[in-house]
């Protein structure tokens, strides 16, 4: 059958990224106390060893054309392996594997020889791959040489977690396992240019630099707090803006809405919930709470899962939904992507017609629209729209997935398979205007070139957050 003949898409090409992939887990009774808890009545149990993509980054936009379609994109394996391919062909263009970093701790290393695994990867400026580590190196790969440019350090005994680029991709936000936020010039990484130590208290999970708003930074973390940061300022106390509370670890989070102030926030948290915040006042918008994942199985449409059943042997049946993967705003919309334990998924997005109070969207500058599904039988099941169902091409959990158009006409999914499948998509971004950015400087400054190493608060960050804009509120004339 042809796409727009079936409720659901087939992967158009797959890759495997490897031949030893981790072997799927068993579902077993939730109350055992193992893996985790899935549709509120099994457990998926943990893979057995191999090897599987850990994560995915194409280089939409690094170079300066957000519009035009990725030149390249980069895996990252468990085995410590940096895999690149050519996004047309989707053959390998590169294959990397990051040095040992020899001040971390060896159990930051796993049992592929000693070789330290990829946390995050991302596409920086000037033709560049940059990884973090686990074991606590930042890497700078030269696409165009095809070797490392040059490589910085956290300080020991601390894992990078995760990374985000700022200031026309030159100043890098790496996030740690020990509540930090350090700061790199990616041109001279050798050099931390300074942290932020005092406004988290657990694992640093999400670093996102405002697309609109130039130095604006938000961090997430394990301890539930969403902080957002001004970074243009000198100090972490006087760049703290607003701390949220999720109340939940935060695993995702990022900025959407159409407002100018790009103060609109999600999070996906590690309980499989999502929720919405104004970052500005740190009031929640809406939170869907833990029936998240029964609304995203009830928005899928009972064709789906009938024709899915049909036209694979063994049948696969695809009506639940058991963990979130990760969201993306784009072009006007906030985009979800959430699977089940069998490798299938399905892409959702919040949608039109009705919009969230609390000072965001309608007639006031705009803001988040959220779509309605009008053919939804109850209210409950009224906040995600289906878009597409993709099915047969993972055999295990769908860890990341990347837009590989500009449109989102197709999209690809990395897996603990060690699979990377591509998908065409029937979805149309609605006709929704971009936001306006602010009338701030783009290119790194003098706040952080000037202040190297600065941090502010001690060893015991608990609260330091909330006390910092304590201190601020009642030190305001």
Known sequence: MMLQDKPFSTPSRTLITSFTPRKPGSSRPANDGKGMVVNGSTNIAPSEDGDWVLCLATDRGANGNGNAPPETLACALSNGEVQVY?????????????????????????????????????????????????????????????????QGHLPPGQQALCMEFGFDGYLAAVGSSKARVHFFDLRKPSEILGSYVDSHRDDITQVSFSKTTPGLLLTASEDGLMCLFDATQPTEETAL??????????????????????????????????????????????????????????????????????????????????????????????????????????????????????????????????????????????????????????????????PLT???????????????????????????????ASPAPTTLGSSFLGNKRSSVGGEDSMYGSERRLRHKASSSP
């Open 86 to 150: 050519d996004a047309q062909r989707l053959h390998v263009a590169r294959c990397y594997r990051p040095p040992r970093n020899l001040w971390s701790d060896h159990n930051y290393r796993n049992r592929h020889h000693n070789v330290s695994t990829v946390n995050d990867l991302k596409y920086g400026p000037q033709h560049s791959l940059v990884t973090a580590g686990q074991d606590g190196s930042i890497n700078v790969f030269d696409l165009r040489k095809g070797e490392i440019a040059s």
């Open 241 to 402: 803006k607003s701390v949220v509370n999720v109340n939940a670890p935060v695993r995702k989070a990022g900025f959407c809405g159409n407002n100018i102030n790009n103060n609109t926030l999600y999070a996906l948290t590690g309980n499989e919930t999502i929720s919405i915040w104004n970052g500005e006042n740190s009031s929640l918008i809406h939170d869907f709470g833990w029936e998240s994942r029964q609304q995203l199985s009830a928005a899928i449409p009972h064709t789906v899962a009938t024709a899915s059943a049909s036209a694979f042997s063994p049948p696969t049946v695809h009506n639940t939904i058991d963990y979130l993967v990760d969201a993306s705003w784009e072009h006007g919309e906030l985009l979800v992507l959430a699977g089940s334990a069998t490798g299938n998924t399905s892409l959702f997005r919040l949608a039109q017609h009705t919009n969230f109070h609390n000072g965001i969207g309608g007639s006031n500058g705009g803001g988040l629209s959220i779509h309605f599904n009008n053919n939804a039988a109850t209210p409950s099941q009224s906040h995600f729209q289906h878009l597409e169902s993709f099915v047969g091409g993972h055999r295990g959990v769908v860890r990341a997935w990347c």
């Open 406 to 436: 500009p449109l989102c006409s197709s999209l690809i999914t990395a897996g603990e398979d060690a699979r990377l499948c591509e998908w065409h998509t029937r979805y149309s971004p609605a006709a929704i205007p971009p936001p306006v």
